[in-house]
DNA sequence: CTCCTTGCAAAGCCTTTGCACGCTG
DNA sequence: CAGCGTGCAAAGGCTTTGCAAGGAG
């Protein structure tokens, strides 16, 4: 069973009500694999009905965000993305060419995390991270970069 | 003498006017230590003259990013800043409460980057990271978080 | 002289907000 | 029944664009 219903269960514990759109806002995107920005998450839910303003997708993803069950992230090119938790902190690759997205082990931070937190004071937040780059296809297909 | 002439020549030599305009606003973003916003150029900008347009400010940034002698990066909060390429390549930090940017050292990255393409096949551009976090003070400040 | 570059202002994009009605609990 | 949540539309902030005049080369 999905992972919605965990989120529903913690926003009705928290004394939010449970209304139609919002349960087709975090259908939409818990069932996602990765991440969306507002307009996918609002495309999804239209595919379903058409009783949904925009509005309510802006308000119900910032709940979630404000509670904690899913994550807002920027990415490189200035796309905000949103996600539920269930996927667990990973780095964001984002080719700047095609504008491809992968979820990378965030593991590999924190050896930086460590040292950024020696060298710098800072405590850095490994749920966040997003990385430019070029993904492989791009690679062959620009062998000049751009 | 200023790294900004280098900046102007290549413009030239790509054959594109040089401007009172242009002129101020390349000193001005060479000139600072760090990024500034297209907002803060303008300011800057402003104290030397009044006639210069925030249009003209975004074309030039732009023009300057498109010719590879600026970078222009979004930090996690949505904040795009530009930079020219003097400062070389380095880590972004912003702290997620006060705002504030530390510059780090991108050769931490640099395993990182090794893994990313053996793993994943891809090419970080170390020169465009940003890191969300805490930095030392609002560490201290915030113990049970926001 | 040619035409690139500028200032102005309006438009554009994405996101937020005010209001009254409807629905959840 | 109480008041939170919604749709609608307008506003808001930041950035881009169309146009005619002006300046660089």
Known sequence: MSHCHTLIQNLRQNGYRITPQREMIIESLA???GHQTAEQVFDQVKTRT???????IY????????QGL?????????????ATRQHGPHIHL????????????????VGVSDQLQALYGFDADLQHIS?????TACQHNS???G
Chains 1, 2 share one sequence.
């Not at 308000?59 to 404000?66: F, I, K």
């Not at 899913?70 to 949103?82: F, I, N, Q």
């Not at 990385?131 to 993904?135: A, N, S, V």
Request: aromatic share 2%; charged share 15%.
């Open 31 to 33: 069932h996602q694999p």
């Open 50 to 56: 058409r009783s949904v303003n925009i509005a309510t």
């Open 59 to 66: 308000r119900t993803l910032d709940l979630l965000v404000s």
């Open 70 to 82: 899913a994550t807002r992230t920027s990415l490189c090119e200035g796309e905000v993305v949103y």
């Open 94 to 109: 984002v080719c700047r060419q095609c504008g491809c997205l992968i979820n990378a082990d965030s593991g590999l931070m």
């Open 131 to 135: 990385i430019t780059g070029l993904c």
């Open 143 to 145: 062998p000049q970069g």
